[in-house]
């Protein structure tokens, strides 16, 4: 069968909208829980026990290939919805967020980068009005952005309410000395901007929930001055 122009035209939009369908389903069904270790962790991968630790307890996702991918990076928003888990993360304010908004414009949430139909929204809105984040000063969180290392730091440290410095010569020393002190910097930190892959904020993760403190870290003093 020939197709002519119109249909054949009308043909190709069918099936390019079925298939922005499939990778619009695909997108959402690609990280899930998992009863069963991830396939690219090996026993002895540097942050098995962590990622093993928070697999188990359901922090985590893998992808629908089985795997944790540790070395990609992770950005604000996938950050905020670990952290905000309530393994994590308890207390009033958690189911009623969404009904409160600060700003002028309904379909945002806080920042005006993040809309109420976003799937990181909720994790979001209860990270601000707990005062884990800080958004930039043009008013947005940029959820996209990949975290860093000393973002990380600070937003641990304010779930899990850890006594810091009041200051420091700089705003993230009080953190990233808390950090040093709890033995929670992985060594494969390599500066204070370092962009976090998945292993590494998995790591941090685990050693602070559970007080991990007897595997090698690095201090502020060791990073200090180091971008």
Known sequence: MTLSSPTLRTFASAV????????????FAQSSFTEKPFTDIATDHPNYEAIE?????????????????????????????????PFFLQGEKMNDCMANNDLGDKTR????????????AEQVCIAYVKDLIDGYPDGT????????????????????????????EMWYEPYVTKMGELG?????????????????VAEMLFRVKSQKNDKPSYTYANLKGKF
């Open 109 to 120: 949430v806080h920042f005006s980068d993040v809309r109420t139909d976003a799937w990181y």
């Open 184 to 200: 929670a910097i992985p060594r494969s930190i390599e500066n204070l901007n370092s962009l976090m892959t998945r292993g590494e």
């Open 53 to 85: 630790y928070l697999r188990q307890n359901n922090i985590i996702k893998g992808y629908i290939d089985g795997e944790f991918k540790p070395d990609r990076r992770i950005n604000r928003a996938e950050f905020v919805q670990l952290i905000t888990n």
């Open 16 to 27: 390019m909208i079925v298939a922005l369908a499939s990778f619009a389903g695909s997108a």
């Open 141 to 168: 969180f940029q959820p996209g952005r990949n975290i860093s290392f000393v973002e990380t730091a600070k937003i641990i440290s304010n779930t899990f309410v850890l006594n810091v410095a009041a200051e420091g």
